[in-house]
Every structure is written in structure tokens, then in C-alpha cells.
């Protein structure tokens, strides 16, 4: 199955992070996702940030506490349609191919007052057609 492609985003915005906004409780992808169960998010990451942390959105579009992802440092060093194509990606987020619409922030690990880097992915959709979707930053 293909892996659908959402957007790129070159702008990075500065989060606030305090350690009680993370909840180390969530698994975000199993260690064997299954094609056609699993609706799986990937990241192509093409900058020079290694992003460790994600919130997304509940059903009323609030995002929610932040949780670790694994660490996806640059991924890819050609052009986003070639990485998207060539598996030049890492695997960041497992849902249901039916879970509604959500968006979702990436961030690197805070510094000691709280700031970290990331950008905001709004609207991915999780279509069952699909074994899941690829965002992308630079």
C-alpha cells in the first residue's frame, strides 16, 4: 500500500515545554505495526534538528499533552518526493485508519527553560486506503 503525502513546512516555531506536559506513558508506534491495521505517520526530516516529542489534536482540535516519538534526526539529504518514495522516512505516529482528522506538532528535546523547536502539521486525515502519511520538514 502507499503512504499518502501531506505537506512540507520550512518555518519552525518555538514551543514552551515543562516536564509536566509530557506524558512518558504513551507508545506513539507499536514495535511491529501491521500494514492494513496500523495507519502509520511518518516524518522525512530534511533540516538539521532531531525531533523527539509530539502532541496532536482530540476532537474538539486541542492539542494535548506532548509525548516521545522516536528520535528522527535528518532522514534525508535529496528532495522530499525522493525520500517519500524511497522509504527515506521515519515511522512517528500509529492510529486507526478510521480515527478522525488530527493535527500534530513536532518539537526537539526542550533546553533547561523549556524551549524547544518543531512545526505544526495541520489536517492529516487517515484515509484506510492508504497504509499511512508522510510529512516532511526543512
Known amino acids: 500500500m502507499q503512504y499518502e503525502v501531506f ?32 495507519w502509520l505517520l511518518g516524518l522525512v526530516n530534511m533540516s538539521n534538528e532531531c525531533f523527539v516529542l509530539a502532541s496532536t489534536t482530540d476532537r474538539n482540535g486541542n492539542f494535548g499533552k506532548w509525548f516521545a516519538i522516536p528520535t528522527v534526526c535528518k532522514n534525508c539529504t535529496s528532495t522530499y518526493d525522493h525520500c517519500s518514495k524511497n522509504k527515506g ?22 533546553d533547561q527553560s523549556g524551549n524547544a523547536s518543531g512545526a505544526e502539521f495541520p489536517n492529516i486525515t487517515p484515509k484506510c486506503n492508504y497504509a499511512g502519511g508522510l510529512i516532511g520538514i526543512y
Not at 518555538?14 to 505495526?33: C, K, S
Open 89 to 110: 522516512w521515519d515511522a512517528i505516529l500509529s492510529t486507526a485508519c478510521t480515527s478522525p482528522s488530527f493535527s500534530i506538532r513536532i518539537a526537539t528535546k526542550p
Open 7 to 38: 505537506e512540507t513546512i520550512a518555518e519552525t516555531k518555538t514551543y514552551q515545554i515543562a516536564e509536566v506536559d509530557i506524558d512518558d506513558r504513551l507508545q506513539p508506534v507499536p514495535d511491529d505495526p501491521v500494514v492494513g491495521r496500523d
